[in-house]
């Protein structure tokens, strides 16, 4: 796992995991918050399938007080969308009227510290061909996230700039 | 530039089958064994001709592969040049289908100069073992709306394409890459199908029409099979199930990470202690029960190639417990073992001989050679008449076999320059004069040995072993 933080504000820019397949194969990068990975096309790329640049772009951005998840590229009007909470799978859907668009997430924070899901702490608002859903943060995930900061705090991060690679 | 073809639901553009063209080798007539139910040899079946008793002892080791307890035993098919040995270890792998491994390689093929013999061999073992395991993919589930191929104006280069994929839900667009394209056209998908897309290796699998096209009667067979639209998202998540071989986890697991891998062109030798964490890994899965192991067979040809070494290295792998069976063949008799000036049967050291079950194979009767060649004519497609068969199966027992073999697809062509529809004896007597066998190259060889170069050097013979 590796996170990245805005050194002024404090706020969680990326972060992204990176598993071992089953059979021991490095996987690819997962991001979980932050701008999806665009890495170099390959060749080998271009070979199979992969979503066209005109589909809804699904990320997650978070704010100091909630969880933010932005949809881009849906350029529908706000009385399309519907957005609910599913207690019984922890998950939330998103939802269209006009059959363009199905979105079903979860939140991973709230997994990981296993707390309910609440049906009136999430909004959503539509500009910009961009959607906006926000889950408002629990007060405990708001004192976990106090206390890491604090820990986070004592690291001495690397000066500006490059940082020096070893050579081989 | 690029002109866009839209594509209609009947009108698919019928691209050339990508179909691989089988060539006919030595063996490709054999598909089995050529035993019953209770492993009792037929007199010709699946491509086999007599041979009886080393069939029905292949048909028992092949049931004791299939059982897949036992592991490291050793079989050696032993016998004179042509009388099946091959074809016989060639049945078995049929008989085993696709999902038993099975590895062949030839004697010399383990010295290499970018490989130690006994990691060769390590590799080859390795290859024989499969792994069943399950492993989480992602797919692509959903109703094709469209399929759009743009096709470059001059006709060649890279097409690019676009497929629209729905559920009860929801809608996206992908772009296609070559590959998909043409598997796309292959599987003949169109629109109202519903398909599922292995997204790392592209493979699709089409699971019929939606029910929403059922009113369309065009262009549907009988069994086309109707399902339902899927529902939710397009992209899940599913688990598979396939078999890998432990050479192939080896090689995922010793591969250098990070840019370096750029550099390391080849796998080449993987350390054991790599081998060693993967064994033990396997274990724990199969323990788990989530993983199976499936042992497969090795076979290697001609194994009198083997030196010392290796033969000693059998030794030792055999009697782990994550070891195929392994196949030998031979046609040597006493020679020496190579690698030693030692003199042993089969030109195997006698501890190594002490471990295998050892199947002989015996010359055909006129009767077998007869029908051999019959199954051979058909599999080249030549027409042989009754007399040029009679005459082909003389030259086979008094020459060899696999001569006799030869001369039926050279037959063929000069009967087909004549333009004869059947091979007659006439084409028969020409071919057989126009190429020697090996008897009377011999025979020639002696009576000019004068005439031909560097003659005087006449010490010895060649030094095969």
Avoid at chain 1, 69 to 80: E, F, G, T
Avoid at chain 2, 37 to 66: C, F, N, T, W
Wanted: hydrophobic content about 35%.
């Amino acid at each position: 796992m590796a996170e990245e933080y805005d050194l002024k504000t404090d706020e969680l820019i990326v972060r992204k995991w990176r598993n071992k397949s089953t059979l021991g194969a490095q996987g690819t990068w997962q991001v979980e918050v932050g701008e999806p990975l665009a890495g170099p096309v390959t060749s080998s790329d271009s070979e199979v399938i992969k979503e066209n640049c005109s589909n809804p772009v699904f990320m997650r951005k978070d704010t100091k007080t909630s969880f933010q998840w932005r949809i881009r590229n849906l350029p529908y009007p706000k009385d399309v969308f519907s957005v609910s909470v599913e207690p019984s799978e922890r998950c939330i859907i998103i939802k269209t009227s006009n059959k363009k668009y199905y979105k079903k997430f979860t939140v991973v924070d709230l997994d990981r510290s296993q707390l309910p899901l609440d049906g009136s702490a999430l909004s959503f608002t539509h500009a910009n061909n961009t959607l906006i859903v926000s889950y408002k943060k629990p007060k405990e995930i708001l004192t976990l996230e106090q206390e890491l900061m604090k820990e986070l705090k004592k690291l001495k991060g690397t000066g500006d700039g490059d940082v020096d690679c070893k050579t081989q | 530039m690029a002109i866009e073809v839209e594509m209609a639901t009947t009108k698919v553009p019928e691209v050339r089958d990508i179909t691989r063209i089988e060539r006919i080798g030595a063996h490709s007539h054999i598909r089995g064994l050529g035993l019953d139910d209770a492993l009792e040899p037929r007199q010709v079946s699946q491509g086999m001709v007599g041979q009886l008793a080393s069939r029905r002892a292949a048909g028992v080791i092949l049931e004791m592969i299939k059982d897949g307890h036992i592991a490291g035993r050793a079989v050696l098919i032993a016998g004179q040049p042509g009388t099946g040995k091959t074809a016989i270890a060639m049945g078995i792998a049929q008989s085993l289908g696709p999902d038993t491994p099975f590895t062949a390689l030839a004697g010399s093929e383990i010295f290499s100069l970018e490989m130690s013999k006994t990691e060769a061999l390590s590799q080859a073992f390795r290859k024989a073992i499969g792994v069943r395991i399950k492993e989480e993919t992602e797919i692509i589930e959903g109703e094709v709306v469209e399929i759009q191929i743009d096709r470059p104006a001059t006709g060649t280069g890279a097409k690019v394409g676009k497929l629209t994929l729905k559920t009860t839900e929801m809608e996206t667009v992908y772009d296609l890459g070559n590959k998909m394209i043409d598997s796309l056209s292959k599987e003949k998908v169109q629109a109202g199908d519903v398909i599922t897309i292995d997204k790392a290796t592209g493979k699709i699998s089409k699971l019929g029409r939606s029910f929403t096209r059922a009113r369309d009667y065009d262009a549907m067979g009988a069994q086309t099979q109707f399902v339902q639209c899927p529902e939710g998202e397009l992209q899940k998540r599913k688990e598979v199930v396939h078999t890998v071989s432990l050479h192939e986890i080896d090689v995922i697991n010793s591969r250098t990470q990070g840019f370096l891998a750029l550099f390391s062109g080849d796998t080449g030798e993987i350390k054991s202690e790599v081998r060693e964490q993967i064994n033990a890994k396997v274990c724990e899965w199969r323990e788990e029960g989530k993983a199976e192991i499936i042992p497969g067979v090795l076979f290697i040809d001609e194994v009198h190639m083997l030196d010392m070494e290796c033969f000693s290295f059998l030794n030792r792998a055999l009697e782990s417990d994550l070891s195929p069976v392994l196949i030998m063949a031979t046609n040597r008799g006493i020679t020496r073992i190579r690698g030693t000036n030692y003199q042993s049967p089969h030109g195997i050291p006698i501890d190594l001989l002490d471990r295998l079950l050892i199947i002989a194979t015996s010359p055909y009767t006129e009767k077998e050679t007869r029908q051999i060649l019959k199954i051979r004519c058909e599999e080249e497609d030549v027409e042989l008449s009754e007399e040029a068969h009679t005459v082909l199966t003389r030259i086979g027992m008094e020459t060899s076999l696999r001569y006799a073999i030869q001369l039926i697809s050279t037959a063929g062509l000069v009967c087909r320059k004549r333009k004869g529809t059947e091979v007659q004896v006439e084409d028969i007597k020409r071919v057989y004069s126009l190429f020697l066998d090996e008897a009377r190259s011999s025979q020639y060889m002696k009576e000019y040995q004068d005439s031909f170069l560097f003659n005087e050097t006449q010490t010895g013979q060649m030094d095969t072993s």
